[in-house]
């Protein structure tokens, strides 16, 4: 079977969880024997289109304008011409050659123009791989006004993207309780974990080294930095923490408000916090694969339940996971059900605290919870799970 696989960004170009898992999703569809191929934009093109190989998959690029840590207006700009650009440069090859599914990943939410044409041209099925409800968060932080123009623009092609898929995978079983009583749809709703490739990397204590942390347990961060994820949240941690001469924070990454962590991090003398920037996939496999506890936090007014992408990163490396999130999220059952790390409810800053020190103090438990975190990535969040769950799902369907 041809399988087109549609994001906005992939390896090696990007830096971001999405490009990787979606790469490993593709090598997993290649391993259980079928052609694939990505469609994807790119900011660097000089020319309409590039055709490239990697790891056996087929990529086809397309010329698009910046979508990734640029001003709000000219993303939004560049994603809503996504589908547009995307079919006047590739055209030729979509018609050429026909493919047996669809699997696309949102965000962005601006691919149901291009999702309906290759249906009509390929008539095939499609899955959607929905890991953001866009413009619904954006909406909680106040970031767009609800009911105002901005987010008739953006629910339009929401519902677009929604309505050209034949099943939706949402990341938990809360997503799925929420997207149902919210957004209407007829479409078949169902659970689709993220997933990640279990090949963890060896630590050879470089970053550890250059970075002067030898004799520290290292709380480390990578991914986005910005309003979604309350980073601030951290930076208290941190500052709650002064006083524990063993623990480091690490934090790695780029967005929206690295600039207001570099600030707070000055006014509040903060020692024990290293700010870097974005790196490569395999310079940060390497940085995980040499500290000792994974950190997330999400923002405490987000309504939906979002389950981040750098958690899997954590597993692979049997880490323990630390985290904060918002209210009724089912990360925390879910984590701490494998006995995989702890959780609190952003705001719950006492908790945050002492259940930082118990993994900072307690060597023991610290790698017993991530040799859990391990174990539950091979059952519950493997690739090879994912791919599985998106060919069964649709075999099943009318088609």
Same mark, same amino acid.
């Given at each position: ?15 971001? *969880?999405?490009?990787?898992?979606? /790469? ?6 290649? @391993?259980?024997?079928?052609? @694939?191929?990505?469609?994807?934009? +790119? ?29 709000? #207006? ?14 006047? +440069? ?30 009509? #041209?390929?008539?095939? &099925?499609? =899955? ?6 866009? &413009?619904?968060?954006? #909406? ?29 995978? @949402? ?29 963890? @990397? ?7 080294? +250059? ?6 347990? *290292?709380?480390? =961060? ?29 934090? *790695? ?37 040499? !500290? ?14 979002? !389950? &981040?992408?750098?958690?899997? $990163? ?8 630390? $985290? ?19 959780? +609190? ?5 006492? #908790? ?12 023991? =438990? ?22 599985? /769950? ?10």
């Amino acid at each position: 079977m041809k399988i087109c696989l549609i994001v906005d960004d992939y390896l090696p170009e990007s830096k971001k *969880v999405a490009a990787k898992m979606m /790469h490993e999703l593709a090598c997993e569809f290649l @391993v259980q024997g079928h052609e @694939v191929t990505v469609i994807t934009p +790119s900011e660097e093109l000089d020319h309409s289109i590039d055709i490239s190989l990697l790891n056996g998959i087929t990529i086809w690029r397309f010329k698009s304008g910046k979508i990734k840590n640029v001003g709000k #207006i000219q993303r939004a700009l560049n994603e809503t011409l996504l589908s547009h650009r995307a079919w006047r +440069s590739l055209k030729p090859l979509i018609k050429q050659n026909k493919h047996d599914l669809i699997v696309y990943y949102s965000p962005s939410i601006f691919w149901g123009n291009l999702v309906y044409k290759l249906k009509k #041209i390929w008539g095939v &099925p499609s =899955y959607l791989i929905l890991r953001d409800f866009f &413009p619904q968060w954006a #909406i909680d932080q106040g970031l767009i006004r609800s009911k105002s123009f901005i987010e008739k623009y953006f629910r339009f092609f929401e519902t677009k993207n929604y309505d050209a898929a034949d099943t939706i995978g @949402v990341m938990s079983p809360k997503n799925k309780e929420w997207f149902e009583s919210i957004i209407q749809t007829k479409r078949p709703i169902e659970v689709l974990y993220n997933w990640a490739a279990n090949t963890p @990397v060896n630590s050879n204590s470089h970053f550890r080294e +250059s970075l002067g942390l030898q004799n520290k347990i *290292v709380y480390f =961060y990578g991914g986005n930095i910005g309003h979604a994820q309350d980073m601030m949240n951290i930076v208290r941690l941190a500052k709650n923490m002064c006083e524990e001469k063993k623990a480091h924070f690490v934090l *790695v990454g780029a967005g929206d408000e690295v600039e207001v962590v570099k600030e707070a991090i000055d006014k509040e003398h903060l020692s024990n916090i290293t700010l870097l920037p974005s790196v490569s996939q395999e310079v940060y496999k390497q940085m995980l694969s040499e !500290f000792d506890i994974g950190l997330f936090t999400l923002h405490k007014n987000h309504t939906t339940h979002n !389950f &981040p992408g750098k958690l899997l $990163g954590y597993m692979v490396q049997g880490i323990p996971i630390l $985290g904060s999130i918002n209210p009724g999220n089912d990360l925390k059952p879910v984590i701490e059900g494998a006995n995989a790390g702890l959780i +609190s409810a952003n705001g719950e800053d006492t #908790i945050f605290l002492a259940n930082a020190l118990k993994l900072l103090h307690n060597d023991q =438990y610290r790698k017993q919870t991530g040799e859990n975190a391990k174990k539950l990535l091979e059952q519950t969040f493997s690739v090879e799970a994912a791919a599985s /769950h998106i060919l069964n799902s649709l075999r099943i369907s009318k088609f």
